[in-house]
C-alpha cells in the first residue's frame, strides 16, 4: 500500500490551485457525459453568517453516510427519479467523486470506514465492532476534538462501546444488535441516549431523522470555539419505505411496533419522499453550520454506506435501473461521495480518482492536520486529502473487497478504474468494466492484451497481500 504524503498545515490554513476537471465516468452509460451543474433552490440553503472563528486551529468535521443509497439517486449523478437540490447544492460548490467504492453489503462497509481496515483484519461477526478496535472517533477525540455519533450505530454494545469507540456524544439507533431494524426507525422513534431509550412521550409522534439533527445542532452550539467531529450516520433511506413528515400520509401513519413487522406494510411510493427528506435535513446541517458562522472551517464529506434496494427502479441518465444492493458489480459496490467547504474546496469539481472507504480515517487525520495513528494495527486506507486541495499527492492504484456474511461464502475481488478481478474461489474472473460494467464475459487468458497481462498479475499480487 502506498504512503501519502502528510501536510503540516492544519485544513483550513491550506492554499492550492485550481486545476479543473471536467470529465466523469457513469455507472450504466460507459462513455463520459458533460456535467451540468444544478443551483440551489434558493429558500432550501441560506448563506448565514459565513464569519469564520479565527480562534480555532483545526477544521470541524461532519461526516454524512446514508443508508442503502445508490450512485442512481442523486439528480447531480444523472439520476432524473428523485429531488435532492441539497446534494447538487454540495456538488455544484464543491468536489464530487465519480470512483467511490463500498462493500456490496451495510456493516462491512462501516467497519472499514469506522476502522480504515480491510474486513480480513478485524470483521469477526456482523454488526459486531471488535473489543478494543480504534476508530475515526478515537482518532480525532484524542487530537482534542469534540466527539459526537449520530443515527445508526449498528456496532452493538450500546453506551460502553459507542463511548470506548471514541464518541463522548451520541443519540442513535440500533445500540444493541438484539434490536430490529425497522421497528422504531422513523416515525415514534426507538433512540438510545445516555445509556438508555428515550421514553415514549419524548418520542411519540416524532420523526427520527428530526431528533437527530436536533441533537447534532445543539452539539454544534455546544462546540463553537472547539473543533468538534459528528458522524452522522443515516437511518435514511433504507426500508421500511413508510411517509416522511412532509408527506400528507405521515400524520395519520400508525408505526407498528410488533418485532414480526409485517414489511407488506411499507409502499415504494414513499421512496422518493424519503430521499427528498433526507436531502432537506442535510441541507438544514448546512445552514446550522452557516447561521453559527463555521461555514469556513467545517468539512462536510457526504456518501453512502451501500447501494439501493434492488425493489428500488430508478431512472438514471435515461435508462431504467434497478438498485444495486448485494451485487458485487459496480452497480453494487459504487456509491455518491461529495466533499464541500467553501473557501477552501473549490467550486464545481469532478475528480475521478480512486476511493474506498478505508481512505475515510487517513483522510480525515490530514485534514484535522494530526499524524495518522501508528497503535492502531495495520491501516490500509489511502488519504484523499490531496485531491480535495488539488494538491500533489499519491493515490492508490486499485481498490479492494473482502467480503462475506454470516452465511455467505467469501468473496473477494480488486479493481481499478478499468479492470477487475475476482480471487481463485470465483475462478480469477478478470472484466473490463467499461465494457462490460454487468460483468457478463469474463476475459478469458487467451485473449488478453500484454497490458491487460500486467494488471492481471498486479491484481494477484494484491491477493496475495490482502488475506487471513
Not at 123 to 149: H, R, S, V
Not at 156 to 185: H, L
Amino acid at each position: 500500500m502506498k504512503t501519502i504524503r502528510r501536510f503540516s498545515q492544519p485544513f483550513s490554513n491550506s492554499k492550492f490551485a485550481f486545476v479543473p476537471l471536467f470529465f466523469a465516468f457513469s455507472l450504466i452509460v460507459s462513455c463520459s457525459k458533460d456535467f451540468k451543474p444544478i443551483e440551489q433552490d434558493k429558500g432550501s440553503v441560506q448563506s448565514g453568517t459565513n464569519a469564520r472563528n479565527e480562534s480555532r486551529t483545526k477544521p470541524n468535521i461532519i461526516l454524512i453516510v446514508a443508508d442503502d443509497m445508490g450512485y442512481e439517486i442523486p439528480t447531480f449523478l444523472g439520476g432524473q427519479s428523485y429531488e435532492t437540490p441539497v446534494l447538487n447544492y454540495m456538488a455544484h460548490h464543491g468536489m464530487q467523486f465519480r470512483q467511490c467504492y463500498c462493500h456490496p453489503d451495510g456493516y462491512p462497509s462501516r467497519l472499514a470506514m469506522f476502522t480504515g481496515k480491510y474486513n480480513f483484519r478485524n470483521y469477526t461477526k456482523w454488526g459486531i465492532l471488535p473489543p478494543g478496535e480504534k476508530t475515526i472517533g478515537n482518532m480525532l477525540q484524542d487530537a482534542g476534538y469534540a466527539t459526537c455519533f449520530i443515527g445508526k450505530w449498528q456496532c452493538d454494545g450500546g453506551d460502553e462501546r459507542i463511548r470506548s469507540a471514541g464518541y463522548e456524544k451520541y443519540r442513535v439507533f440500533v445500540p444493541y444488535n438484539k434490536n430490529s431494524q425497522k421497528v422504531g426507525r422513523y416515525k415514534d422513534p426507538a433512540l438510545y441516549e445516555n445509556a438508555e431509550f428515550l421514553p415514549a412521550d419524548s418520542v411519540n409522534g416524532k420523526y427520527s431523522e428530526d431528533m437527530m439533527y436536533s441533537y447534532l445542532s445543539d452539539f454544534i452550539d455546544s462546540n463553537i470555539t472547539k473543533p468538534f467531529f459528528a458522524l452522522y450516520a443515516h437511518t435514511l433511506i433504507a426500508r421500511p419505505w413508510v411517509p416522511a413528515p412532509d408527506d400528507p400520509d405521515y400524520a395519520g401513519w400508525n408505526p407498528t411496533h410488533d418485532p414480526s413487522y409485517d414489511i407488506s406494510h411499507e409502499d415504494m411510493k414513499y421512496f422518493p419522499g424519503m430521499v427528498k427528506y433526507m436531502d432537506k435535513t442535510i441541507g438544514r446541517i448546512i445552514k446550522k453550520v452557516k447561521d453559527a458562522g463555521l461555514a469556513e472551517n467545517t468539512v462536510i464529506l457526504f456518501t453512502s454506506d451501500n447501494a439501493t434496494k434492488e425493489e428500488i427502479t430508478s431512472t438514471f441518465r435515461g435508462v431504467t435501473v434497478s438498485g444495486g444492493k448485494l451485487k458485487t458489480t459496480r452497480q453494487g459496490t459504487s456509491i455518491p461521495f461529495v466533499a464541500y467547504c467553501p473557501g477552501t474546496i473549490l467550486p464545481n469539481q469532478i475528480n475521478t480518482d480512486l476511493v474506498d472507504f478505508t481512505d475515510f480515517l487517513p483522510s480525515l487525520a490530514d485534514i484535522a492536520g494530526i499524524p495518522e495513528p501508528t497503535d492502531y494495527g495495520t491501516l490500509d486506507g489511502v488519504s484523499f486529502y490531496d485531491n480535495l486541495l488539488n494538491i500533489t499527492g499519491e493515490d492508490r492504484d486499485w481498490v479492494f473487497c473482502y467480503w462475506f456474511g454470516d452465511s455467505k461464502p467469501l468473496i473477494r475481488f480488486v479493481n481499478n478504474k478499468v479492470y477487475k478481478m475476482y480471487d481463485s474461489t470465483n475462478d480469477n474472473k478478470f472484466y473490463n468494466m467499461q465494457k462490460d460494467i454487468f460483468e457478463l464475459s469474463p476475459i478469458p487468458d487467451s485473449s488478453l492484451t500484454p497490458y491487460e497481462i500486467g494488471i492481471k498479475l498486479e491484481f494477484e499480487q494484491v491477493f496475495s497481500e490482502m488475506h487471513n
